[in-house]
Nanobody, 123 residues
């Protein structure tokens, strides 16, 4: 699975941004998808994930209620809608894919990664 993230940019605090991740490969719908982020000087952290069929989602406490993950398996696309953005959301955001259930939704360890897209939230 190859992943291409897009949609990053500069936004003011309180604003919204939508990230997209386009996947190649016919096995997209057998992979859980996730978003991670890495802020300057910090370790990469889990943001959220969505199951293979899109029937369940998981979020970190820091984004729960503000961010929403969705996917369209017909288009091989996963999105991250980010609302009520805060300066602390500033980071490079990565999409990732994983086939194995435990790795994807328990351990949050992903095999396939996109190149990242920068989100900057100004105060």
């Amino acid at each position: 699975v190859q992943l291409q993230a897009s949609g990053g940019g500069l936004v003011q605090a309180g604003g919204s941004l939508r990230l997209s991740c386009a996947a190649s490969g016919r096995t997209f719908d057998t992979h859980a998808m996730a978003w991670f982020r890495q802020a300057p000087g910090k370790e990469r952290e889990f943001v959220g994930a969505i199951t293979w069929r899109g029937d369940d989602t998981y979020y970190s406490e820091s984004v729960k209620g503000r961010f929403t993950i969705s996917r369209d398996n017909a288009k091989n696309l996963v999105s991250l809608q980010m609302n009520s953005l805060k300066p602390e959301d500033t980071a490079v955001y990565y999409c990732a894919a994983e086939h194995e259930f435990r790795k994807a939704l328990i351990d949050y360890k992903y095999t396939y990664w996109g190149q990242g897209t920068l989100v900057t939230v100004s105060s």
